[in-house]
């Protein structure tokens, strides 16, 4: 492992802003779709006959090739950070915008009734009452979002050392140095466990009604008659 954290200069950067980037280059991207997903979801609930032809469109989307993407855009954005953002941003759609929606759509029909009933708006209504509810699924859906944008960024070492870490993999066969492609994956897969540990924290955070597999204490445990004493009784 010599030279594992030994990044060679063609990448101008170092360890730690490499992750930096990386976190950039993967985090504003599903941000991004976070944003557009929230108002396309909503539309989608509101119109059902929405929600087939956008769900279409968002699967058709990340069916392309994130390199046939990049071929499309570099003409009008160059190879910049950006070109490797749009297309983790529209990716992230087909994930979010379901996730809302199952979400939103799980909120009782008494509680609308009852927000109505308590002169919230529509607008009001979503912000207010369905979007909290709708966090564990809406969170659920990032945890996805995020976990694939990360891996994807490094595809952006294709286009001229856009890929963060993934610049790691290239260098390795240029210098014929294996050690910069293990430091890519690992250093790729512990960010991507650190994000979802911390959307899962976020979770517990906003949601904290919902049950968290709180384990038996042990004098409930002896308090508790066995099976067969039960029965016997």
């Known amino acids: 492992m010599n030279g594992f954290f030994d990044i060679p200069s063609d990448l101008d950067n170092t360890y730690f ?3 930096g980037l990386h976190l950039r280059e993967a985090l504003l991207p599903v ?6 997903a929230l108002p396309l979801a909503q539309l989608c609930v509101r119109f059902r006959w929405l929600y087939p032809p956008v769900l279409g469109v968002t699967t058709v ?4 090739p994130s390199l046939a993407v990049f071929v499309v855009l ?6 910049t950070e950006l070109t490797v953002m749009i297309p983790l941003a529209v990716y992230s759609l087909v994930v979010l915008v379901p996730a809302i929606v199952d979400g939103v759509r799980s909120v009782p029909e008494e509680t609308l009734a009852a927000s109505t009933a308590m002169g919230f708006g529509p607008v009001r209504r979503y912000l207010q009452v369905q979007l909290p509810i709708a966090v564990p699924a809406i969170l659920a859906g990032l945890r996805v979002a995020v976990a694939s944008s990360i891996s994807l960024v490094s595809v952006g070492a294709l286009i001229g050392n856009q890929g963060a870490l993934g610049n790691l993999l290239a260098d390795a066969q240029k210098y014929g140095r294996p050690e910069l492609a ?3 994956v ?3 897969a512990v960010l991507a466990i650190l994000c979802d540990a911390v959307l899962v924290l976020v979770r517990n955070l906003l949601t904290p009604w919902m049950p ?3 384990r038996q204490r042990p ?3 002896a308090a508790r008659p066995e099976p067969r004493e039960a029965a016997a009784k």
């Open 17 to 19: 802003g490499l992750i």
């Open 31 to 36: 941000l991004a779709g976070l944003l557009a």
């Open 61 to 64: 989307f990340y069916a392309i």
């Open 74 to 79: 570099i003409d009008y954005t160059g190879q």
């Open 182 to 184: 293990v430091n890519s």
């Open 186 to 188: 690992l250093t790729t």
């Open 212 to 214: 968290r597999g709180r």
């Open 219 to 221: 004098k409930e445990a």
